[in-house]
């Protein structure tokens, strides 16, 4: 089966810092372009960060410096470091993965196939 699980979402105030986790089934870990896709509030989806096959990174503009994408190979599993967090981070994130993905960016991630349900973050001010 196929499947993506979220967790780690929650609750801070401005400034502090969230560990988002993705639980991925074999078959869609061991061979794809990994990333997150965060919705607003009010506001269009956003990629924010993708991992390529080779661990090669890129991230969203918003979310340079402060965010870290990484995947644990072993667990197939993704994660999203969260630091300095602003409340326009809050969002529904999305783990999102897709082997067919063309270019392994946070622009293209939005075309990607496989997505999870999703885990809300919410920074206050």
């Known amino acids: 089966q196929v499947r993506l699980v979220e967790s780690g979402g929650g609750s801070v105030q401005a400034g502090g810092s969230l560990r988002l986790s993705c639980a991925a089934s074999v078959k869609i870990y061991s061979n794809n372009c990994m990333g997150w896709v965060r919705q607003g509030p009010g506001k269009e989806r956003e990629g924010v960060a993708t991992?390529?096959?080779?661990?090669?990174?890129i991230y969203g503009d918003s979310v340079k410096g402060r965010f870290i994408i990484s995947r644990d190979n072993a667990k197939n599993t993704l994660h999203l470091q969260m630091d300095r967090l602003k409340p326009e981070d809050t969002a529904m994130y999305y783990c999102?993965?897709?082997?067919?993905?063309?270019?392994?960016?946070?622009?293209?991630?939005?075309?990607?196939?496989?997505w999870g349900q999703g885990t809300q973050v919410t920074v206050s001010s």
């Open positions: 999102v993965a897709d082997p067919r993905l063309s270019v392994c960016s946070p622009t293209y991630l939005m075309r990607a196939g496989y």
């Open positions: 991992i390529g096959r080779d661990g090669s990174t």
